[in-house]
């Protein structure tokens, strides 16, 4: 029997009420289900279509997925002493937000940080340095896109006069 394409069928609960979403074609195996809800679970079936509609397959048994949390959106860094302090937006349902920088715009992002609030305190920053930031937020495991990169120069630190330091270097 000749396969022309795929159905594919979605629904909010595993066992009833199924509805067509999208096709393929044969030559092609995959489908993005673009009209999700973010931290929602949905469950999709599989159903191959033939050259006539009695070679038509069964809906196949039903799979789950859940969908990406959305994408934080930094607000802020802002420097206090030798730290910068970043913010972005509360993602409904994230367990975490997970921060990370680099010293190139495009490359070498490590993870800084794991925090559950919308405010993190990198306090490992030198005078001169430019960072970039990126942000993802996290729910289940399973971790969203991440933000647009902020960056942030580190400016010159003023320190208050300390006493004793000073009779000790005169």
């Keep these: 029997v000749d396969v022309f394409g795929y159905e594919i069928y979605r629904s909010e609960s595993p066992s009833s009420g199924f509805e067509k979403i999208g096709k393929v074609s044969d030559l092609?195996?995959?489908?993005?289900?673009?009209?999700v809800?973010?931290?929602?679970?949905?469950?999709?079936?599989?159903?191959?279509?033939?050259?006539?509609?009695?070679?038509?397959?069964?809906?196949?048994?039903?799979?789950?997925?859940?969908?990406?949390?959305?994408t934080p959106v930094i607000s802020s860094i802002k420097q206090s002493g030798t730290s910068f302090t970043l913010t972005w937006n509360?993602?409904?349902?994230?367990?975490?937000?997970?921060?990370y920088r680099s010293l190139l715009p495009e490359k070498g992002y490590s993870l800084i940080g794991?925090?559950?609030?919308?405010?993190?305190?990198?306090?490992?920053?030198?005078?001169?340095r430019k960072y970039y930031?990126?942000?993802?937020?996290?729910?289940?495991?399973?971790?969203?896109?991440f933000s647009e990169r902020e960056s942030k120069t580190a400016g010159e630190v003023l320190y208050e006069p300390d006493p004793l330091m000073d009779m000790i270097l005169n």
């Design 28 to 35: 092609e195996n995959e489908f993005t289900d673009k009209k």
């Design 133 to 145: 930031y990126k942000i993802a937020a996290s729910k289940d495991e399973i971790l969203s896109g």
């Design 37 to 70: 809800k973010n931290g929602k679970y949905y469950y999709y079936k599989i159903k191959t279509v033939g050259a006539f509609e009695d070679f038509d397959s069964e809906l196949s048994e039903s799979s789950s997925i859940k969908a990406v949390p959305a």
């Design 114 to 128: 794991t925090v559950s609030g919308t405010e993190f305190t990198d306090n490992d920053i030198y005078f001169g």
């Design 90 to 99: 509360e993602i409904k349902g994230a367990d975490e937000y997970h921060i």
